[in-house]
C-alpha cells in the first residue's frame, strides 16, 4: 500500500501495518548497493569460499544472500551488484537453485 518493499514478503508491512496487501514486484533487473558483507572460508559452497552479503535494492528493499562471480578480496561496502539466478547445491541429483548477487563491472 506504502511502497516498502519487503523481502522476502510478509504478511504485514513493516512501515505502515498494512495486512495482506502486497503485491509481488520483481526486482531480478533491480540493482543494488552491498550494505554489510562477510567471508566465510568454512561454509559449503559451489565457488568457496562463501561471500555472504546484504543488498539494498535501488528503490527500497534488503535481501540477505551469497554473492557469485566476486574477487573476495575486492568486494567492498558499497559494492554495485545485479541479481542472477544460480544453482546452490545439488542433492540427491538434484540442482538447486536461487539467486545470488553478482558485482557489475565497472561499478565499485
Ligand atoms: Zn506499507
Keep these: 500500500v506504502c511502497g516498502f518493499r519487503h523481502l522476502p514478503p510478509t504478511r504485514v508491512c513493516l512501515n505502515c501495518h498494512a495486512i495482506d496487501q502486497m503485491e509481488p514486484e520483481r526486482l ?41 562471480d566476486a574477487d573476495p578480496d575486492a568486494v567492498r561496502i558499497g559494492t554495485r551488484v545485479g541479481m542472477t539466478f544460480r544453482r546452490i547445491y545439488t542433492a540427491a541429483g538434484v540442482h538447486n537453485y536461487f539467486w545470488k548477487a553478482k558485482p557489475i563491472e565497472g561499478t565499485n
Design 28 to 68: 531480478a533487473e533491480v540493482g543494488g548497493t552491498v550494505a554489510t558483507f562477510t567471508i566465510d572460508r568454512l561454509a559449503f559452497s559451489l565457488s568457496p569460499p562463501v561471500i555472504g552479503v546484504v543488498v539494498d535494492f535501488d528503490g527500497g528493499g534488503r535481501y540477505r544472500c551469497e554473492m557469485t
